[in-house]
């Protein structure tokens, strides 16, 4: 089995709705409580990342979603656990911070402002593009 098999990967989806992009604020752990994330999970085994991020959006968000392009690149979060975003459409379902302290839409203006957890950083170039900033 190679490494990369070995890596956990956790899936996050950039729900866009026209020129804004929901985001979800942490309720935990401790550390990262109040914080801002692109809204996701871990995918289990023999999963794909498709399936993995359908089924984690429509547990936190209570929504059905079409899972699109990557955005931006993997980033690692530990030496065995690996982030990957993708841009998801909303298809059917009632958005609900089921996870989360709250959610909320922002603009390309609000991206570089919002307190976002550490590894979603790395996706504000990507993100802004998509938004059409």
Same mark, same amino acid.
């Not at 866009?16 to 871990?42: C, M, T």
């Not at 841009?87 to 402002?113: F, K, M, S, Y």
């Not at 950083?121 to 990507?126: F, K, N």
């Given at each position: ?9 956790v899936v996050a989806g950039a &729900? ?35 399936? /993995?991020? /359908?089924?984690? &959006? ?10 699109? /392009? ?24 009632? &958005? ?8 909320r839409w922002i ?14 950083? /790395? ?11």
């Amino acid at each position: 089995m190679s490494n990369q098999m070995s890596n956990q990967i956790v899936v996050a989806g950039a &729900l866009i709705n026209e020129a804004s992009l929901l985001v979800a604020q942490r309720d935990r752990p401790a550390e990262l409580a109040g914080l801002w994330e692109l809204p996701g999970g871990k995918v289990a085994a023999g999963e794909t990342d498709q399936a /993995a991020l /359908a089924r984690e &959006l429509h547990e936190e968000l209570g929504v059905l979603v079409d899972v699109g /392009a990557r955005i931006g690149d993997d980033v690692a979060l530990t030496p065995t656990m690996v982030l990957r975003a993708y841009r998801v459409t909303q298809t059917g379902g009632t &958005l609900h911070p089921n996870d989360h302290r709250a959610l909320r839409w922002i603009g390309v203006g609000e991206l570089d402002e919002l307190a976002w957890v550490p590894a979603d950083r /790395a996706w504000l170039p990507a993100l802004r593009r998509e938004l059409g900033g």
